[in-house]
């Protein structure tokens, strides 16, 4: 009887340390992902600052909460880019936002939204759905503003052309309000080819800038 309760009883504690070996590599394996990650975005902002001319933070420790961030003056303009995750806690999304500050725009406001972007978080931007007249633009975005004559010279055949060869990349939100234009998606720089798309978004804010900029001062 001794003998059968011994055997029992190293046979749970048998699969008990298999089971905590299996965590244990399992935590190893989600522990050296996340550092590689966080090497990889550290090395992609580092690039990013460099192209930008603009300074990088990097985070002081690997941590799945904390991200690098740029700040500094590109095209004599204020920039600023920081990455963070929503609802960590349950398995949350990462989310990039950009900031770049525009010249007087007179209070006018500005939402262009990717309609799943804007399905998902709601319509949190207070204005009118604007309709552009071009059914594939309009199909893909959300456009709001305090000033529907405005967003409609805005949104001239350039920058439509561009809203719609980008629709992949933009991925969210573009917002003008309070003297800045703000780009926030579900997004996170940690290839080559999202290094790429991010310098491509860059352009298209470049873009809208201009455009609100030369109405701001017609």
Known sequence: MS????ESTLEVAIVILVVLILISFVLYAITTTKVT?????????KKLAGL????VSLPKRNSSVEYPSLKGSWKGRSLHCHME??????RGQTYTNLELDIANPQGKTLLIGYEDFMAKIGKLF???????????LDKQFIFQSNDEAFAKTILDADLQKMLIQEAQILRGRLVLEDSKLIWNAVFEISSEEEVQDFEKMLNLCELLISKIEAYASA
């Open 3 to 6: 003998l059968l309760l011994f």
């Open 37 to 45: 990650n966080q090497k990889q975005l550290s090395q992609n902002f």
């Open 52 to 55: 930008l001319g603009v300074e």
């Open 85 to 90: 995750r929503i609802n960590a806690a349950d």
């Open 126 to 136: 207070s204005g009118q759905d604007i309709q552009t007249g071009n059914k594939n």
